[in-house]
C-alpha cells in the first residue's frame, strides 16, 4: 500500500460533504475548501509516528482543522487507540481512518481537531500527593523498574512489619500496631498482599517461609525506611518548650 492509496477514498468522502478537494497544495497531502469556511487539511501516512505528527503540528499554523490520515489496520492505532486521541485531542488535531481495501473505500472520523479542555482528575491528583508525602525516603531510582518490585508506600510499611516479626517472633497484631506506631498493621497482616505472613492463632502472625527468603532481599529499603520514620516520629513527639509571661523590662 501507497500513501496515495489513502487519497482518493479520502477525496470522495470530503466530496460528499460538499468540499472541494485538492491534493499535495503546498506540501499539504489534501486539501479541502467548502465555502468561506477554514480549509481541512488531511496529512496521509501509513503508520502514525512522531513524524506525521510533527508535521499536523505544523500546519495548524494554517487552518485550525488538521486532520491525520492513516489506514484502517494501522497497527498502533488498534494497541493504544485510547492514548493516541487523547494525545492528538490534547494537540488539537483530527484523526480519520481510511479503508482502501475495498472497491469504493471508506473514511471514518474518529476525531475532530478543536480546543483542548483537560478534565482534571481530583482523586487522581490527591493519591499521587498522598504517596508522595508519605513514602519514606527516595528509594526508587527514576525512569527504572525493579525486578523485586517498585518501593510503595504501602510496600514500606508492609516491609517495617516483617522486620519486626523477623526479629521478634510471633507477635498479636494489635502488639505491633502499637510498637510501630502503625494504625494499618492488623490490615496489612490480614490482606497479605506480598505473602510475607501466616496467621499462627487468634490475632498471632508469624513471618512465612516466603517472607524469610525475601524480605533479606530489601534490607537496606527496610533500614532506610525504618531510620526515616524514627526521624519523623522524633519531631512528631518533640513538644514546643513551655514559656512563662515575658517579664517586663524596668
Known amino acids: 500500500m501507497k500513501e496515495s492509496d489513502l487519497y482518493l477514498p479520502l477525496k470522495r468522502f470530503l466530496e460528499s460533504q460538499n468540499y472541494e478537494v485538492k491534493g499535495e497544495v503546498q506540501d499539504c497531502d489534501a ?18 509516528n512522531l513524524n506525521v505528527v510533527l508535521q499536523a503540528v505544523d500546519r495548524l499554523s494554517l487552518t485550525p482543522k488538521v486532520y491525520i490520515g492513516i489506514p484502517k489496520q494501522c497497527k ?37 481537531p478543536g480546543e483542548y479542555r483537560p478534565r482534571k482528575s481530583k482523586h487522581r491528583q490527591e493519591r ?9 525516603g527516595d528509594p526508587n531510582l527514576g525512569g527504572t523498574g525493579k525486578r523485586k518490585g517498585i518501593m510503595t508506600v504501602y510496600r514500606q510499611r508492609a ?14 497484631a494489635s502488639h505491633i500496631a502499637r510498637t510501630l ?6 490490615n496489612i497482616l490480614y490482606k497479605n498482599v506480598y ?4 496467621k499462627v492463632s487468634l490475632g498471632v502472625y508469624a513471618l512465612s517461609s516466603r517472607g524469610k527468603q525475601e524480605i533479606p532481599l530489601w534490607r537496606e529499603e527496610v533500614e532506610d525506611t525504618i531510620s526515616g520514620n524514627q526521624t519523623t516520629h522524633h519531631h512528631t ?11 517586663a523590662h524596668r
Open 159 to 172: 516491609l517495617v512489619i516483617a522486620r519486626f516479626l523477623q526479629k521478634q517472633g510471633p507477635t498479636k
Open 76 to 112: 498502533i492505532l488498534n494497541r493504544r487507540r485510547r492514548h493516541i486521541i487523547k494525545l492528538l485531542r490534547m494537540l488539537g488535531l483530527g484523526l480519520v481512518v481510511i479503508d482502501s481495501d475495498r472497491q469504493i473505500g471508506s473514511v471514518e472520523v474518529l476525531l475532530d
Open 31 to 48: 486539501v479541502a475548501v467548502r465555502g468561506k469556511e477554514a480549509p481541512v487539511v488531511v496529512e496521509l501516512k501509513l503508520s502514525l
Open 237 to 247: 513527639d518533640e513538644q514546643p518548650a513551655k514559656r512563662g509571661p515575658a517579664k
Open 181 to 186: 506506631r502503625e494504625p494499618k498493621a492488623r
Open 195 to 198: 505473602g510475607w505472613f501466616d
Open 128 to 136: 499521587l500527593l498522598g504517596e508522595f508525602v508519605k513514602r519514606v
